[in-house]
């Protein structure tokens, strides 16, 4: 089953966890996770700059790692598909071939602006996003792959323009509709209104809270808790040390997780070529 009938016949939310890399999504893999998700934003934190400075041979690169070495459907943010309809059609066959499930595409201006994450966002016009969602799916070779359409009008315009929108963007094209609604009526409203699958972007930890799985939502996506859970323990540890000369960890849980740190990131068939071709001596 493609990953859109996977969204339409679940009983409650999917979720999407952060998978920056292929340990990241291995881990995802290994807790139960079946779909995960590349986030620009967190990638561009990972990497000192913004996700509005990412190029679409970073992204694809880093989907390519993580596809080749786990088996999640991989869902990957493209921003506003670095650049016009043109552009928008060849990130969908890079991200194609890198082994993605599916893609999200928002209607901020392009190139992309840094004060984005101060919540400042521009949007370009409706017409403009549906041209880019008809050549998105145009440009894929088999309709197994998702084009999530994502609106930021909620914030920046109104409810009911990122209704009319997200209308707009469904018949253009788009499988799923991502928005970011303010409240409950906003939830129960837009499942009301909108008849393709729901998706929306906030923490895992609400993803199966009554507000969503009763209203029918079908995908969440957190693109920051395990970020910022690394950041913090990270953050703890060195800032710990420096001060106390100790990061505080447990040593014992510590080495026990790194002694198998090579079975999570799948080295155990690695062996297996090794001790079949390599001889030992």
């Not at 070495?69 to 991200?95: K, P, Q, S, Y």
């Not at 995908?219 to 703890?236: C, G, K, M, R, Y």
Request: net charge negative; hydrophobic share 45%; glycine share 8%.
């Amino acid at each position: 089953m493609n990953l859109l009938g996977k969204l339409q016949e679940a009983t409650q939310p999917a979720v999407a966890p952060l998978c920056l890399d292929p340990l990241m999504a291995r881990i995802a893999e290994q807790a139960g996770f079946n779909m995960g998700y590349v986030s620009g934003g967190a990638l561009g934190y990972s990497y000192g700059v913004s996700e509005a400075l990412l190029s679409m041979t970073e992204i694809a690169d880093v989907t390519r790692r993580i596809t080749q070495r786990c088996g999640l459907d991989i869902i990957v943010d493209v921003g506003v598909g670095f650049g016009d309809a043109v552009h928008t059609a060849r990130a969908v066959w890079e991200l194609q071939q890198a082994g993605a499930a599916g893609i999200e595409l928002e209607d901020q201006v392009a190139p992309k602006r840094v004060s984005h994450h101060r919540g400042i966002e521009h949007l370009v016009d409706v017409g403009y996003m549906q041209e880019k969602i008809t050549e998105a799916a145009a440009a894929r070779s088999s309709d197994d792959f998702l084009i999530i359409a994502r609106t930021g009008a909620v914030k920046n315009e109104s409810f009911d323009h990122a209704l009319d929108r997200l209308h707009a963007y469904h018949a253009a094209g788009a499988d799923v509709l991502m928005l970011m609604p303010e409240s409950d009526d906003h939830v129960a409203a837009a499942r009301a209104n909108l008849s393709a699958p729901l998706a929306t972007i906030t923490s895992m930890d609400h993803a199966h809270k009554p507000r969503w799985r009763d209203s029918g939502w079908n995908l969440i996506i957190d693109p920051f808790t395990a970020q910022v859970l690394s950041v913090q323990a990270v953050q703890q540890a060195y800032t710990a040390f420096t001060r106390d000369g100790s990061s505080g960890a447990d040593l014992r849980a510590l080495f026990e997780t790194y002694n198998v740190l090579d079975e999570m990131a799948g080295l155990s068939e690695l062996y297996a070529i090794e001790d079949r071709t390599t001889e030992r001596e």
